[in-house]
């Protein structure tokens, strides 16, 4: 059975014409428009291409000079089939390279007869004197539109520049305006819990005191979040400052996993870490770097199944120093292990979502890994994932690497 791919945007004559080569016997693929129609040509290769010449993102005749450019598709008949009749557009079509021209409004009696005669080889005659002076033509005409697109993506590039800037600025200022009254808020309910009237009652009213727990915790969890929010502000706009002095990693992985005790316990994690095996002496910021690690730390916990085991290591590699974070938990999709590490990037469903940053599969608001990747960075070190796929059943795991100098420089990245 022969194959005909139609290059259409107009849903009313991509129905006609599916119906009437399907009643011909041909198997047929449909494309709306100019990209999908080369990527369908590319794998499916037809053995007749019918395109329009105004389609939404290129035309018919760059499509045609694009397939011609391709061996297997030399020979292929592509036709044209179009409701434009004036004679230089028809001659500008030749140029490009098609087999034929058949113009709207559609001729569905002598459809099939048509395309039965250009897969046996024929194809419509131009003159040549008339095809070389198309050709030049169409040359200048693939020029000019180059260059247009060309001014065109530099505006749309200009001005998503500029909103990029808005946004970030915006995040900026958002997170300021926050930071001021929860200030407030946390103020206030430390004195709300140090006032001698509300100690006495809870200490006859256990929910009395769960209340103010919890209104405590809240208040730390927006902190947490404001931070975040602002130290990806500075990362963003390439304004980090590096406080570079001696620094004891194995210090700060144990401080990061007190952090956790509760959840770890709460939810039977094995943590294998060995002090003795992290250096004593590097010279980073080491807030930042408790930070990042406290990042990490939370996103195996978070990503391990209860009873699961993380493991962490270190080794000295010449003048840079490797740390791995291992964990058994559900791992991470190939094609999602360089996208993670973007800017408020976030797996599995938003409607399922969890502010919890140690609960199995709990949410956030995706900046953790960008944060850590901003701050590994700025200590002219690198930060990826290695894992084999995300499986929630099987459970392959995932390992952080972070690779850092020993000796980090103090530096400050000054805004572009």
Request: aromatic content about 6%; some cysteine.
């Amino acid at each position: 059975m022969k194959s005909i791919l139609y290059i259409e945007d107009d849903p009313a004559s991509r129905s006609l014409v599916e119906r009437t080569l399907k009643y011909g016997g041909y198997k047929v693929f449909i494309a709306a428009c100019g990209l999908d129609g080369i990527d369908m040509a590319r794998h499916e290769v037809p053995d007749l291409i019918l395109t329009d010449l105004n389609l939404p993102d290129m035309s018919g005749r760059e499509i045609t000079t694009t397939l011609r450019s391709d061996p297997r598709f030399k020979t292929t008949p592509i036709v044209a089939l179009t409701a434009q009749v004036l004679k230089d557009q028809r001659e500008l079509t030749f140029a490009a390279g098609i087999t034929g021209y058949l113009t709207k409004p559609l001729d569905v009696d002598h459809l099939l007869e048509q395309i039965a005669y250009y897969l046996g080889g024929g194809h419509d005659v131009i003159d040549q004197g008339v095809l070389s002076a198309a050709q030049s033509r169409y040359t200048q005409e693939l020029v000019s539109r180059l260059e247009t697109r060309v001014r065109d993506l530099e505006a749309v590039n200009q001005s998503l520049r500029r909103l990029d800037k808005m946004k970030d600025t915006f995040i900026q200022l958002t997170a300021h305006e926050l930071r001021t009254p929860l200030t407030l808020v946390y103020g206030y309910s430390r004195l709300l819990g140090d006032n001698p009237d509300i100690k006495g009652i809870t200490a006859y009213d256990p929910n009395m005191q769960m209340l103010l727990d919890g209104l405590t915790g809240s208040i730390g969890r927006m902190q947490t979040i404001i931070n975040e929010i602002l130290t990806i502000s500075r990362i963003m706009t390439n304004n980090i400052d590096l406080s570079v002095g001696p620094t004891d990693l194995g210090n700060i992985i144990q401080r990061v996993l007190r952090t956790y005790t509760q959840a770890i316990e709460e939810r039977h994690m094995n943590i294998r870490f060995d002090k003795a095996d992290f250096p004593d002496r590097l010279n980073a910021d080491w807030e930042l770097l408790e930070l990042a690690f406290r990042n990490l730390l939370s996103n195996a916990i978070k990503y391990t199944p209860d009873s699961g085991t993380i493991t962490l290591k270190s080794r000295l590699e010449g003048e840079t120093i490797r740390l791995s974070i291992r964990d058994t938990g559900i791992g991470v999709a190939v094609d999602e292990q360089k996208t993670i590490f973007e800017r408020f990037h976030t797996t599995g469903d938003v409607a399922l979502h969890s502010t919890s940053k140690t609960a199995f599969r709990g949410g956030g608001i995706g900046l953790g890994l960008a944060i850590c990747k901003g701050i590994i960075e700025a200590h002219g070190g690198r930060l990826w994932v290695e894992s084999k796929g995300h499986d929630p059943v099987n459970l392959p795991g995932s390992e952080f690497i972070v690779v850092l100098p020993i000796n980090a420089r103090s530096t400050r990245k000054q805004q572009k």
